[in-house]
């Protein structure tokens, strides 16, 4: 196996959107709390129907088990916004995973491999999009300036540049909807068409 901990401290956007792109047969999100041994036959189940007979799960840093509802952290130290910081959990699941293993694979023990992304995943180099949306974020936030509009956020609406009142941003915290988004049952993203639906599915309700 491979356990993947990405950034996601109370919002499991970084480890569904991957997983849906095909990078993961799994993902554990904070949302919602997982139970290991469901998460091991998912993923013993994968293994055996991958020809490289390997499986992925992402884990989120905020992530929780249904006997441990606690988030993990890295110490007691906290950060200016009293946030201690979060890390650890993917060690827990794969050292559970790893001594699991034979309990559901006759008896094998499974080896699993442990990956803390964190901020390796910002240190790829640009694409096209990354370049452009900046600078037209930065000229728009300009613009703005320029007309002393306040209060205001640069957003991307329907495909199209536009802004909206920042509340949108610090009014709630914007968390995946369960219920439409995530499958409890297979541990992955949930959608039933992409026909009408935004760019990114799950990330455009505001």
Partial sequence: FLVIEVFGRYAGFTAMLPTMAGAADRCVIP??????????ELLIYDRNHHPSNYAVVLVSEGATMTH???????????????????GGIGDKVAAVLKDLSP?????????????RLGYLVRCGDPDALDSIVPMAFGNLALDLVLSRTSGRLISLRNGCYDNVSIDVVVGRK?????HKYYNTDRLRPKYETFMRQPLFIMTSDV
């Fill in 68 to 86: 441990h509802e606690e988030m993990s952290f890295e110490s007691e130290e906290k950060d200016q916004y009293g946030h201690r910081k979060l």
């Fill in 103 to 115: 309990k559901f694979n006759q008896g094998r023990r499974i080896n699993v491999v442990n990956q």
């Fill in 31 to 40: 949302e919602y709390p997982f139970e290991l041994e469901h998460l091991l």
């Fill in 174 to 178: 914007k968390v995946v909807d369960v």
